[in-house]
């Protein structure tokens, strides 16, 4: 049976049009592959940094932090119903590999064998890490800093009880990171 196929294949490629069809269905597809290297924008380059593919910008980060700290609170004994807020104060921040170059020269002036005045000069040069990327040269990303969380609104049925207030503040400080300071609980108009 396989020998067959070969056979076949081989007397297609005897005849003078499929040859040319052949021919030219290879080189249209090279054709296509040297476009789309040519246009890298076609792919959907979004312009995020080169090491941040697949990092979640401010907006996820947030839907999805709120999202988790209400799943988080309403497991929480007598809070209920719960709806939270979070406001950033800034958004994610990268830090890039940087290539540094610092040079000092010094000239003392003589006196009669003796030192008499000491000038130091320093010249510091920095410029960061390119690399190659299908969307041309970029910044190296060396780290990648989540948002940092201002301040966090909690509307919980429960809040009208102190025990109940203090708690959703201890699982909001402690999940989060940030001080009592920074969490507002009230209760909802619901209860």
């Known amino acids: 049976m396989e020998e067959q196929g070969k056979g076949l294949f081989q007397k297609l490629l005897r005849r003078e049009g499929w040859r040319r069809a052949v021919v030219a269905i290879g080189i249209a597809g090279m054709v296509l592959i040297l476009l789309?290297?040519?246009?890298?924008?076609?792919?959907?380059?979004?312009?995020?940094?080169?090491?941040?593919?697949?990092?979640?910008?401010?907006?996820?980060?947030?839907?999805?932090t709120e999202?988790?700290?209400?799943?988080?609170?309403?497991?929480?004994?007598?809070?209920?119903?719960?709806?939270?807020?979070l406001t950033l104060e800034h958004?994610?921040?990268?830090?890039?590999a940087r290539d540094e170059k610092l040079s000092q020269n010094s000239t003392t002036t003589?006196?009669?064998?003796?030192?008499?005045?000491?000038?130091?000069?320093?010249?510091?040069?920095?410029s960061y890490?390119?690399?190659?990327?299908?969307?041309?040269?970029?910044?190296?990303?060396?780290?990648?800093?989540?948002?940092?969380?201002?301040?966090?609104?909690?509307?919980c049925e429960g809040a009208g009880s102190a025990p109940v207030a203090s708690r959703v503040i201890d699982v909001v400080t402690t999940s989060l990171g940030i001080t009592s300071l920074q969490v507002c609980v009230v209760q909802s108009a619901n209860k």
């Open 110 to 126: 003589y006196s009669g064998g003796i030192p008499q005045r000491l000038e130091e000069e320093q010249e510091q040069e920095q």
């Open 67 to 85: 999202a988790r700290l209400e799943r988080l609170l309403s497991g929480v004994q007598g809070v209920g119903k719960v709806s939270v807020m």
């Open 36 to 64: 789309g290297s040519l246009f890298p924008g076609a792919q959907g380059q979004s312009g995020t940094p080169a090491a941040g593919e697949g990092s979640m910008n401010s907006q996820e980060y947030l839907e999805k």
């Open 129 to 155: 890490l390119l690399v190659d990327s299908s969307g041309g040269r970029r910044p190296l990303v060396l780290t990648e800093l989540p948002p940092r969380i201002q301040g966090v609104v909690v509307v």
């Open 91 to 96: 958004g994610v921040e990268y830090r890039y």
